[in-house]
């Protein structure tokens, strides 16, 4: 499976920014989904998680009431909406699969990465 994110940018502090991953070379729907980021300097980092249905979702306490993750299946593509940037919001965005399957917020349960998308907020 091939992930391709998109939709980062350069935006103020207060702004909103929608990110996109496409999923190909298999059904997303098969698959949880996750968003986690890269701060510069910094690890990797849990953000949001999807179900397969979309029913289910968990956030990273950083960003909970301000990002929201949902998910078309029959478009295949997760999105990232996100809210009252802040300037320690920029990082690189990445959408992965979750392996684990069990909405997990644990980076090294991720995988098929894909090149990920900058967001930067400035103050």
């Known amino acids: 499976v091939q992930l391709q994110a998109s939709g980062g940018g350069l935006v103020q502090a207060g702004d909103s920014l929608r990110l996109s991953c496409v999923v190909s070379?298999?059904?997303?729907?098969?698959?949880?989904m996750g968003w986690l980021r890269q701060a510069p300097g910094k690890e990797r980092e849990f953000v949001a998680v999807?179900?397969?249905?979309?029913?289910?979702?968990r956030y990273a306490d950083s960003v909970k009431g301000r990002f929201a993750i949902s998910r078309d299946n029959g478009e295949n593509t997760v999105y990232l909406e996100m809210n009252s940037l802040k300037p320690e919001d920029t990082a690189v965005y990445y959408c992965?699969?979750?392996?684990?399957?069990?909405?997990?917020?644990?980076?090294?349960?991720?995988?098929?990465w894909g090149p990920g998308t900058l967001v930067t907020v400035s103050s």
């Open positions: 992965a699969v979750d392996r684990s399957a069990g909405l997990s917020t644990t980076e090294e349960l991720y995988a098929n």
């Open positions: 999807i179900s397969k249905s979309g029913a289910d979702t």
């Open positions: 070379g298999r059904t997303q729907r098969r698959f949880v």
